[in-house]
């Protein structure tokens, strides 16, 4: 990503919520045997918030498989070839109907 955009971002950052802070605890954990939705799980080839293997181990855990967008870091949804996520999410909804 260019310097320029980087900076304009970073200006644009702000403090996390409290709520996502205790959510990061672990005090309240999911229970992924619960979960009967498909689940779209992605992530970024230069994601280093959310490194690749612990995506494809939640989607481990979900019984399906990750999908890993190459040369893109942990915000997708700002990289260049940001239309392929969404046309990869977009997809996945049609598939089901929705």
């Not at 949804?77 to 997809?91: D, K, P, R, S």
Request: overall charge positive; proline content about 5%.
């Amino acid at each position: 990503m260019p310097a320029e955009k980087v900076a304009a971002y970073h200006r644009r950052l702000q403090d996390e919520s409290f709520r996502a802070g205790l959510d990061e605890l672990g005090l309240n954990l999911v229970r992924p045997k619960r979960i009967g939705t498909p689940l779209l799980v992605i992530g970024a080839q230069n994601d280093t918030v959310i490194l690749p293997k612990y995506v494809h181990a939640t989607a481990r855990t979900y019984g399906t498989t990750a999908k890993i967008f190459p040369e893109m870091a942990h915000d997708v949804m700002l990289e260049a070839g940001w239309q392929a996520v969404a046309g990869h999410i977009l997809e996945f909804l049609k598939e089901r109907g929705l």
